[in-house]
């Protein structure tokens, strides 16, 4: 968990979680598909969370001897308070079985307002794990979050945020991502394809600009970027606005691929 400190308002940015940035070696396999949990609720732990609060969880678990269970889940939240907690989990596992495979990857997209933020307890998290595998297996967890933060009063709505040619743009990057279960791609191919869509989302949202969705459209002011600490692990950096009129846009990711073999 790290202090991030923010000059504006006196206020303080934390992130927290295991955030690891790195690269994995993936091999093709041929994949089949199967649904996915998200939690909007005030459920069991999430009635605990501080201030408003945006989960995304997914998680994939396999059993059965040659069979593969590929999740995916996509997440938009807008959120505002003194207090706001973003939290984005993918966790795969593989369990008593041989030659199979769980994937879990959650993508999530957060808007905030960064006037009167105190604290914004952003979590990102993948979990891959092997258990009494009996031959070849993988477990493979992605999670992607995007916090998108703005200086005006209200968090801004992706409709407000972006023109309708953006919006399209970002829609079918979430057509895509959920396609890829039934893709047929390698993982090495999905890896690949994950990491290029959310690079592209980052583009479309750091294109966001007062004047795109209408004349009506809110002013930004200009943006106290906050600067990150070094955490336990590589954490993705902070992406400044390019002008004045542009909202701040950070990803961050974290990998993990847990192969294993008898």
């Excluded at 070696?25 to 598909?33: D, G, Q, R």
């Excluded at 997440?75 to 984005?88: H, K, R, S, Y």
């Excluded at 297996?137 to 972006?162: E, M």
């Amino acid at each position: 968990m790290t202090m991030l400190p923010k000059k504006r308002h006196r206020a303080r940015l934390l992130r927290c979680g295991a955030l690891a940035l790195m690269t994995a070696a993936f091999v093709p396999l041929a994949i089949n598909s199967a649904s996915a949990d998200t939690y909007p609720g005030p459920v069991g732990f999430l009635a605990g969370l501080p201030g408003s609060y945006a989960v995304n969880q997914v998680s994939s678990t396999e059993v059965t001897n040659t069979k593969s269970v590929f999740n995916v889940k996509w997440n938009l939240g807008e959120l505002q308070g003194p207090v706001i907690t973003a939290i984005n989990r993918a966790t795969a596992l593989t369990t008593r079985c041989a030659n199979c495979t769980a994937i879990a990857i959650g993508f999530q997209v957060v808007s905030v307002t960064e006037q009167d933020l105190v604290d914004l307890r952003a979590t990102n998290v993948a979990t891959a794990t092997n258990k009494s595998c009996s031959a070849t297996c993988n477990a493979v967890a992605d999670a992607y979050q995007v916090v998108v933060a703005t200086d005006t009063a209200q968090p801004l709505s992706l409709g407000d945020l972006l023109s309708k040619r953006q919006t399209s743009d970002l829609d079918n990057l979430r057509a895509q991502f959920l396609a890829l279960p039934t893709s047929g791609l390698s993982l090495t191919q999905i890896q690949a394809k994950c990491q290029d869509l959310a690079n592209q989302a980052v583009t479309i949202l750091e294109s966001a600009d007062s004047a795109s969705p209408g004349s009506d459209a809110p002013v930004y002011t200009a943006l106290t970027v906050p600067s990150f600490s070094p955490a336990v692990h590589a954490v993705g950096g902070g992406i400044a606005p390019g002008s004045s009129d542009k909202p701040s846009v950070t990803l961050y990711r974290d990998i993990q691929f847990h192969p294993f073999s008898r």
